[in-house]
């Protein structure tokens, strides 16, 4: 059965019936949406995923620089900021918190853990270094990545159980887009590591590093202080689909 809309008549002043094929504004049944349909996949994305890079996802890059406002607009009803970096071709969404509004948190943090932290360090201190040296782009080798941030846990009783959880700190960031598969062993790291981890931030864990070694210590699985932490999305990124 054809569904239809309904519109005003001048004679009877009743509703006439409008099919829905003849309403190209309505996407589905019932639609009030003011969006076109690609302004809604950006905003989709948006919410699901932690970022949208002009690299990866040039068509909802456009996109999204075209209809900017209305995007702020419908991400702002809903207490959260869009950042636009056009420098870096990244855009991402910051949690509105207020002491003074009574504000639903809908992106809640959650903390790096123990191998995530380290091997966001070593990225980040690398991509620093090859930008200062003029580079354009900054790689690093899985195994150097690796025995790196091995340096910093009590090996002890062995490495295995430490390795597998560098490595699923890799496969994690690797998710998040802080850094590309390139071939095999080699990754390409991303700006999106500037944004997550700050220089200032950086220099505070370096130097918390630094005490943990000068005592001899490893580094505890649990690095809430002064670890970082990442905005949880909406939605889950593994249901997100490929970048085109």
């Known amino acids: 059965m054809t569904e239809t809309t309904t519109e005003p008549t001048a004679e009877t002043g009743f509703i006439e019936p409008v099919s829905m094929e003849d309403d190209p504004t309505e996407l589905f049944a019932g639609d009030r949406g003011a969006l076109d349909a690609d302004v809604r996949r950006v905003l989709v994305r948006l919410l699901r995923g932690r970022f949208l890079s002009a690299e990866r996802n040039p068509a909802e890059w456009r996109t999204l620089l075209e209809h900017q406002q209305s995007l702020e607009s419908r991400l702002h009803d809903l207490f959260i900021r869009l950042v636009v970096d056009h420098e870096r071709g ?15 948190i809908l ?4 903390a790096y853990s123990r191998a995530e932290t380290l091997v966001l360090i070593y ?36 490495n295995a159980a430490a390795l597998k959880e560098v490595q699923r700190a890799i496969t994690r960031l690797d998710k998040e887009g802080l850094i590309e598969l390139e071939s095999e062993g080699r990754y390409r790291v991303t700006p999106l590591v500037e944004i997550v981890l700050s220089a200032e931030k ?24 002064p670890g970082e932490t990442r905005e949880q999305d909406v939605a889950d990124e593994a249901d997100e689909e490929p970048a085109q």
């Open 90 to 104: 990244i855009a991402f969404k910051r949690q509105v918190r207020s002491e003074e509004l009574n504000v639903p």
């Open 123 to 158: 990225l980040r201190t690398i991509f620093q270094r090859e930008r200062v040296a003029g580079g354009s782009s900054v790689r690093v080798d899985v195994e150097e990545l690796e025995q790196n941030v091995l340096t910093y846990f009590d090996l002890t009783a062995g």
């Open 107 to 110: 992106l809640k943090d959650e």
């Open 202 to 225: 950086l220099g505070e864990l370096k130097t918390w590093l630094q005490e943990q070694q000068a005592r001899g210590e490893s580094v505890p699985a649990a690095t809430e202080d």
